[in-house]
């Protein structure tokens, strides 16, 4: 059968277009992609081409389907996988396969990716458990479980030491406090929720430079929702502040237990050393682009304070499986994270937008004909279209957060591809 997909050639080389896929074999599936959540990953891949260490390096003669926050239902089953699994099924990928080759789902597949109407689930994908049956109430939750599911293994990266008894504890400090540096981006919301809906804590202080975008990330997860679940939950400007350490040293009274460092800027690691208290536990959570970025911590506090340091990167389907439970129980709110809807038509230049990053997480549609929609621009533009502005009330109804009523109006309304 025929399918449409961005696909990667090479270096800023990406294609909308049409194509055969095989016909699946005994162990396999086939998969209709319903919604994919554009992530920065991917235009990492794009500006690099075969150089990236996940893109083959003949992508310019077999290229490759791109996006790998991906969520769908099952249209066919290999007849070996029966009984296994089920059409009409809800699925989501884990796409970090963990194989020596770095080739994942996304980056290095030509049957297979996030920006695809149809997709072909090979063996490999269903050998190493990382496709994942998802029973939550829409598409755009179930992609957006693996940016969650990464932040998850975060905090399960964290851990703190009983310095009396020498026994270690994984994970944020319970009732503790929690900073998140350069936070008001997406994967910081997505922290923001898991410290609220999962993680345990007392506060989370939330930091960055830009006045609208803490604005935007505390109209999506409010302190008065976070102090409901018995969070003390902060947004601060650290923009022109005379002494920025101090000042989260008194809003902390003394000190956080745990900080995440969301921007891979130097100056916010030493920051995050500086706010920790004794025991304290940095996650350097950002990823650089640099192989030879430089950092300082005061050696005299790692050492006589217990001062440690950890990065985290992707996941594993556990930390998946564990997200998608808890996007199920309601206890975590991914409609928070979303900023902008968008059709397969759209994800080209949407990914070479992210030069310059804007927004929170934008989940694409892949059967709908739809440029680049941000969801507060809904009632503006429903002036003078009538599917944005059903849209719109829809989306105030819910807080306005994205959420089930408007994904599935969306689905039924919009102009297909």
Same mark, same amino acid.
């Given at each position: 059968?025929?399918?449409?997909?961005?696909?990667?050639?090479?270096?800023?080389?990406?294609?909308?277009?049409?194509?055969?896929?095989?016909?699946?074999?005994?162990?396999?599936?086939?998969?209709?992609?319903?919604?994919?959540?554009?992530?920065?990953?991917?235009?990492?891949?794009?500006?690099?081409?075969?150089?990236?260490?996940?893109?083959?390096?003949?992508?310019?003669?077999?290229?490759?389907?791109?996006?790998?926050?991906?969520?769908?239902?099952?249209?066919?089953?290999?007849?070996?996988?029966?009984?296994?699994?089920?059409?009409?099924?809800?699925?989501?990928?884990?796409?970090?396969?963990?194989?020596?080759?770095?080739?994942?789902?996304?980056?290095?597949?030509?049957?297979?990716?996030?920006?695809?109407?149809?997709?072909?689930?090979?063996?490999?994908?269903?050998?190493?458990?990382?496709?994942?049956?998802?029973?939550?109430?829409?598409?755009?939750?179930?992609?957006?479980?693996?940016?969650?599911?990464?932040?998850?293994?975060?905090?399960?990266?964290?851990?703190?030491?009983?310095?009396?008894?020498?026994?270690?504890?994984?994970?944020?400090?319970?009732?503790?406090?929690?900073?998140?540096?350069?936070?008001?981006?997406?994967?910081?919301?997505?922290?923001?929720?898991?410290?609220?809906?999962?993680?345990?804590?007392?506060?989370?202080?939330?930091?960055?430079?830009?006045?609208?975008?803490?604005?935007?990330?505390?109209?999506?997860?409010?302190?008065?929702?976070?102090?409901?679940?018995?969070?003390?939950?902060?947004?601060?400007?650290?923009?022109?502040?005379?002494?920025?350490?101090?000042? @989260?040293?008194?809003?902390?009274?003394?000190?956080?237990?745990?900080?995440?460092?969301?921007?891979?800027?130097?100056?916010?690691?030493?920051?995050?050393?500086?706010?920790?208290?004794?025991?304290?536990?940095?996650?350097?959570?950002?990823?650089?682009?640099?192989?030879?970025?430089?950092?300082?911590?005061? @050696?005299?506090?790692?050492?006589?304070?217990?001062?440690?340091?950890?990065?985290?990167?992707?996941?594993?389907?556990?930390?998946?499986?564990?997200?998608?439970?808890?996007?199920?129980?309601?206890?975590?709110?991914?409609?928070?994270?979303?900023?902008?809807?968008?059709?397969?038509?759209?994800?080209?230049?949407?990914?070479?937008?992210?030069?310059?990053?804007?927004?929170?997480?934008?989940?694409?549609?892949?059967?709908?004909?739809?440029?680049?929609?941000?969801?507060?621009?809904?009632?503006?533009?429903?002036?003078?279209?009538?599917?944005?502005?059903?849209?719109?009330?829809?989306?105030?109804?819910?807080?306005?957060?994205?959420?089930?009523?408007?994904?599935?109006?969306?689905?039924?309304?919009?102009?297909?591809?």
């Amino acid at each position: 059968m025929k399918t449409k997909a961005v696909r990667l050639y090479g270096v800023d080389d990406i294609r909308l277009e049409e194509f055969e896929l095989p016909a699946i074999t005994d162990d396999e599936l086939l998969m209709r992609v319903v919604s994919d959540s554009v992530c920065a990953s991917t235009y990492k891949a794009i500006r690099q081409g075969a150089a990236h260490k996940r893109v083959p390096d003949d992508v310019a003669e077999h290229p490759v389907i791109i996006g790998h926050e991906m969520c769908g239902e099952i249209v066919s089953v290999g007849a070996n996988l029966r009984g296994t699994w089920s059409e009409g099924q809800r699925v989501v990928l884990q796409p970090a396969l963990k194989l020596p080759d770095n080739h994942d789902p996304g980056y290095s597949f030509p049957f297979i990716g996030g920006n695809t109407q149809y997709a072909v689930v090979p063996k490999v994908v269903l050998a190493r458990g990382c496709l994942l049956p998802f029973a939550g109430d829409s598409f755009f939750k179930g992609s957006l479980a693996e940016a969650l599911g990464c932040v998850i293994r975060g905090y399960r990266g964290l851990y703190h030491t009983d310095y009396t008894t020498y026994e270690r504890t994984d994970g944020a400090k319970r009732g503790g406090r929690v900073a998140i540096l350069g936070g008001a981006g997406p994967v910081g919301l997505g922290a923001v929720e898991l410290a609220v809906g999962y993680a345990g804590v007392s506060q989370v202080v939330v930091t960055d430079l830009s006045a609208d975008r803490l604005a935007f990330a505390q109209s999506k997860c409010s302190p008065a929702r976070a102090q409901k679940a018995g969070v003390d939950l902060r947004y601060v400007n650290t923009s022109g502040m005379d002494d920025p350490v101090q000042e @989260l040293l008194r809003i902390s009274d003394g000190g956080f237990d745990d900080v995440f460092v969301m921007v891979p800027v130097p100056a916010l690691f030493t920051m995050a050393e500086k706010i920790c208290r004794e025991d304290g536990c940095i996650n350097f959570f950002a990823g650089p682009v640099a192989h030879d970025l430089p950092g300082a911590l005061n @050696l005299y506090r790692v050492h006589y304070d217990g001062i440690h340091v950890v990065g985290t990167a992707g996941s594993i389907p556990q930390d998946m499986r564990d997200v998608i439970g808890l996007i199920e129980q309601e206890r975590i709110e991914p409609g928070a994270l979303v900023s902008h809807i968008l059709g397969l038509n759209a994800v080209c230049d949407t990914l070479f937008a992210m030069e310059k990053p804007s927004g929170m997480k934008k989940v694409c549609y892949n059967e709908l004909d739809l440029p680049l929609i941000a969801i507060a621009d809904l009632p503006e533009l429903g002036r003078t279209d009538p599917l944005c502005a059903a849209l719109a009330q829809i989306v105030e109804r819910n807080g306005g957060l994205w959420c089930r009523e408007a994904e599935e109006y969306l689905l039924a309304h919009a102009p297909r591809l």
